[in-house]
């Protein structure tokens, strides 16, 4: 068995973190340490360890439903760069400096951060019952982004629903700031393509219009929910905004933030509300559930169906 293949199904991580895992020299067989992600390994008489600690087969996988609030990174890793507090380096805020200069010049202001503190991860969310399950996302959220991640530690799912063939509709509440014409929409719904990445194709239809002065004052309809965010979220939400629904199949980094971008649109507000059939429903930020039997079964069944 491939060595990536064999720590997923233990439940160490993805079948993609496993191959990183392995180039970085932090996997070993026998005690002696493995570079090539081609390995195979029996299981009967061989014995893997990663950082130094055995590699246990996992007897249960868990499966969480988790809302993530904005301004947490997707990661559980308590070691995790952002969590121990480190800066940016002069490469890595160049580059930013750089993509911001590009917006810019359309008319986008993108605030350039360099995050000196210590931020929040999903570990800071999740009880101690599962803090020791090797838990990892399935898929990404921005760190400006909230919504509903899903958690396991069943590798060999995560791999199948990450995989770029999968094409898993994942469902989305968009906020930008103004209007957006018809032919933008008929844009994003092809594919757009930013900086040579192509985007593929979406969903994307207009929910409603916000012509608000002053959030603060305003008096809002307790349905509507995403302008009630907005002022939990201390967001400015001076002047005219357009309110989208957008489905996408695909998982790029920040896809939805940069496909709107080809557009000359900000988004100022996203949140994840479905993946597939399985939506974050009156889920409160922070909180997690465990997903039950059925949709544990369904997440298999269309795993399974994009691999045929």
């Known amino acids: 068995m491939r060595i990536n293949k064999y720590l997923a199904e233990c439940g160490v991580c993805s079948r993609r973190k496993a191959d990183e895992l392995v180039k970085e020299g932090r996997v070993s067989v026998n005690k002696k340490v493995v570079r090539e992600v081609g390995t195979d390994v029996d299981e009967t008489k061989d014995v893997v360890f990663v950082d130094g600690k055995k590699v246990v087969r996992v007897t249960h996988y868990d499966y969480l439903l988790f809302y993530k609030p904005k301004n947490c990174v997707t990661t559980l890793n308590e070691d995790n760069d952002n969590k121990s507090g480190r800066k940016k380096t002069d490469k890595e805020l160049e580059e930013i400096k750089n993509r911001a200069e590009k917006l810019a010049a359309k008319g986008i202001v993108e605030e350039v951060k360099e995050h000196s503190k210590p931020r929040k991860i999903i570990t800071d969310f999740i009880g101690d019952d599962y803090k020791n399950k090797r ?40 906020k930008i700031e103004g209007t957006i014409e018809e032919s933008d929409l008929a844009a994003l719904r092809k594919g757009v393509t930013i900086d040579g ?54 998982g790029k980094n920040r ?54």
């Open 135 to 174: 838990l990892y996302p399935i898929g990404r959220l921005d760190y400006d982004s909230e919504g509903l991640l899903l958690l396991t530690n069943d590798g060999d799912l995560t791999y199948k629903l990450t995989h770029p063939s999968s094409e898993i509709p994942k469902t989305y509440v968009v």
């Open 197 to 250: 990445v192509k985007y593929g194709r979406s969903k994307v239809k207009i929910t409603g219009i916000e012509k608000v002065k002053d959030a603060k004052k305003a008096v809002i309809d307790p349905k509507d929910i995403l302008a009630r965010e907005a002022i939990e979220c201390n967001e400015d939400t001076s002047g005219v905004f357009t309110r989208l629904e957008v489905i996408i199949f695909e």
């Open 255 to 308: 896809e939805i933030r940069r496909m709107f971008e080809a557009v000359e649109k900000k988004v100022v507000f996203l949140k994840r509300v479905a993946i597939g059939e399985l939506r974050l429903g009156g889920l409160a930020r922070g909180a997690y559930r465990p997903l039950n039997e059925s949709e544990i079964a369904y997440l298999h069944a269309i795993s399974n169906k994009q691999q045929q």
